[in-house]
């Protein structure tokens, strides 16, 4: 296992990673051989320092080692949260000004049309029940700045050329702007003028304006430029990312420093990182901190295309169902998928992320029937609270699993947490078994039935919407309810294969322990080629793409500078997005090189991108006679950073060691009485086969194999179901 990190972190030999989600906090602890630790603890938003020090020390100790320890030995430490979308869900940021172009004050309360985002389809269908997001910035705050930059258009050279000034910015507008925020008590100030990602000068031009009153009146109010934060096409994608940036990022970044604060006291001394919304790693002082949106899920992606690698797997979809949510991924052709605008809490960003579709079904997701008889289950979670079995005042998914004996209410966390099965069954009894004139047992199966059906239906949809077949997939199921569930998601699907890892529970922590150290740069365009273009205007347009990736080169290697890390070690990834002209959205294409000397490199350009384009749709779909438009010129900068590794073990016998048997316990599975084996998973060999009905429990997870159903262990210890 490499040990190299980043300039200005330790050099130790462990590696360090946390997913605090809504119901647990996950760390898993890489150790120098490359074997893996899980810890866990219950979350707390309240006192994230608490949660982080305790599952660090759960996994400390089953090593012989403490907390204080392990940070001493650190190489990376990684955390990833939902502090920043909490701060949007509950309006608790600062109080943000914009300054605009003017003519578009009302940007910000018409918000693209977008108003049904996170509503339901048969909600989105009818425009009477579309509903505003929560305001990020108070309309009044909202002020008008005459300006204007050209933007081009698809009329190409007949028309004044992208970047051209039509209208000179108003300074005298920018300066009563400013000061009239400032009397209003705004927190920070962001900027957005139009076609500022063509040319960010108007933008930068307004921010040193802003920035010298802000000095004279002896404040520390930042100032944001939408071309910082999002060069990107689309002004209302690109207004909420500057108003997340804005509205809650340093806000959450003041959290983050508390969890590194806590991690220093503990002896540790480099840099915590956290994981960006399309992968890779960045610490605190990263820019664009917005883009640390959703960086649980994301890290159960990259573990999968870890585990891709290492298996040599080329496609697989990724199941992760944890207290809050089911979580669908794909994984094609070992790379992840990144869409390039994110939907979150009901506002669209432009923000690359990974490709993942969700539905409201945790194990903590609460279930009840309505008047008319109807069955609910989510979007409401119990979270830490886990339901009515623990602490909770509502039924939930789990009390469901404890009253039909798939969970060991004795065992939860390995017994440090004890669970009521009495309480549970009375609950499910009394809100769901008797309003449906149903058997308490009965109930409880059809509802898991019912269940397991719509995750089934979304892993199905998932993969046949990208025209895929489940045959070519590996599903690889994880998150603490997924053991739990995957007997009935994955039912009637024919994968080539399905998988689970010992750790499924912690997996997203430990995909944030596999992240790169990345940053990624994009510049917006507006470059044209036409179906037969001069060879003239395809060396025009060569030397433009070169020109930007220097430019955002260089950009990186400054950033990465100042957040202590050697420029010189840093390598680079390069792609484009571009679409057919005519088309509204643009496709991200990867390039090999970043070299785009002339002519040949452009139609090199081409290639990738219909290579792309055919993997998506039917390769009649192809219309190159249109010609080709880019709208984003992007690079991805990487710095070397400590990754783990899986070991392969000697292959045992298929029957399990006798120690590795617990008991036997009864389920009711489905429709009727099982007696099923129970097994622990720390004593469970390579080479081992579980046949059922069996359960594997873990002091994280519980693993479910119905009968006529066996689980075989390969050398890396990975589990698979057949």
Known sequence: MSTTAPAGANTGDLILALDAGGTMTDAILVKPDGTFTVGKSISRKEDQQRSYR?????????????????????????????????????????KVGLLVTRGFEDLTVMEGGLSYLGQSQAESLHQ????????????KNVLGVSERIGGGCYLGEIHLPAGHVLIPLNEEQV??????????????????????????RHEHQAKAIAEKIIEDEGLKIPVVCSADVAPVAKENSRLKSLLFQCFAAEQVR??????????????????????????GAVNMDYTRLYETMISGPVGGLIGAQFLGNVLDLDNIVTADMGGTSFDVGLIIDKRIGIAKS???AGHRLALPMVELDSAGQGAGSVVWVDEYKRLHVGPESAGAAVGICLNYDRLTVTDI??????????????????????????ALKETVADPLGLDVYEAGAGLLQIINTE????????IASKGYDTHDFTMLYYGGAGPVHMYGFAEGIEFKDVITIPWAAGFSAFGAACAEYMHRYDRGTRALIPNQSSDAHLAKIAKDIDTTWRELEHEARTQMKAEGIDPDTVTFRYGVSARYMGQIESFNTALENGVMDGPNDIQTMIAAFETMYSKVYPEGAKFGSAG??????????????????LLRHDLSGSEADASAFVEKRDVYHKDGWVSFDVWEMGELKAGNTVKGPSIIRDPMTTVVIPPNKEMYIDEYLILHYS
């Open 54 to 94: 305790d599952s660090v020390a759960d996994a400390a100790q089953s090593i012989g080692l403490t907390s204080e320890d392990v940070h001493k030995r650190l190489a990376a430490d990684v955390y990833c949260g939902t502090g920043m979308l909490n701060t949007i869900l509950t309006g608790d940021g600062r």
């Open 128 to 139: 009477q029940l579309h509903k505003h997001t929560r305001p990020l910035v108070e309309p």
């Open 175 to 200: 300066k009563v702007g400013t000061k009239k925020l400032l009397d209003e008590g705004c927190e920070v100030i962001g900027i957005l003028f139009l076609y500022s990602f063509v040319d960010p």
């Open 254 to 279: 003041a959290s983050l420093l508390d969890v590194e604060k806590a991690a220093r006291e503990l002896g540790f001394d480099g840099r915590l990182l956290t994981l960006l919304s399309y992968g």
């Open 342 to 344: 994110a939907d979150i």
């Open 401 to 426: 699993n404890v009253a039909l004996g798939y969970v060991d209410p004795d065992y939860f966390l390995g017994g440090q947490v004890k669970l009521n099965k009495e309480i549970a069954l009375k």
């Open 455 to 462: 995750m089934n239906d979304l892993l199905r949809t998932m």
């Open 628 to 645: 080709y438009s880019l709208t984003d010129i992007h690079l991805e900068a990487i710095a070397d950073k400590p990754q783990p590794k």
